[in-house]
């Protein structure tokens, strides 16, 4: 008797594409200068939490950022940081790394050694919009008060 094989997991790149796109137009919307190496904004929410956005790259084309939330009453482990690469060709942006994960490979066996879901680039991605649209929500309230 054969065990049934798990359907490989393959990536649908539509979704993933369209949640790049909605990415960059969000960040174009939190950055007026992205050509700008070492430039960094920050977003206040509340008296204890923060958000940065730093340029560390800037290339004809591309722009590499860091995202890091910033508290000091949060262990660094709660605190998420990843980078981004804006393709300004392509107007995308996608998630390189997050935490302590390198480079995010579109597909993962499951299980596996560190956990990553099937479509942890695609969840990625998505943390990425939602960790946007927050900024994007604060600061739209705070120039509005």
């Given amino acids: 008797m054969t065990t049934p094989r798990k359907k490989k ?16 137009g969000k960040l174009i919307r939190l950055l007026p200068e992205v050509d ?16 940065q956005l730093q340029i560390t790259e800037s290339a004809r084309y591309t ?9 000091e009453q949060l262990p ?7 980078t981004i690469r ?7 942006a996608e998630v390189l790394s997050c935490q302590n ?3 995010i490979k579109a597909s993962y066996e ?10 942890e680039k695609f969840m990625v991605n998505v943390f990425l919009a939602e960790w946007l649209t927050f900024c994007l ?5 705070t120039l509005i008060k």
Wanted: net charge negative; with cysteine; charged share 15%.
């Fill in 9 to 24: 997991y393959v990536p649908h790149l539509a979704s993933l594409l369209g949640i790049c796109e909605h990415n960059y």
């Fill in 36 to 51: 700008e190496v070492d430039l960094s904004y920050d977003f206040c929410v509340g008296e204890l939490l923060s958000y």
């Fill in 63 to 71: 722009t590499t950022l860091t995202m890091q939330q910033l508290s």
């Fill in 76 to 82: 660094g482990y709660l605190k998420p940081i990843m």
């Fill in 86 to 92: 804006m393709y300004h060709d392509a107007r995308s």
């Fill in 101 to 103: 994960i390198g480079q």
């Fill in 110 to 119: 499951y299980p596996n050694l560190h956990m990553h879901q099937r479509n």
């Fill in 137 to 141: 929500h604060w600061q739209e309230n």
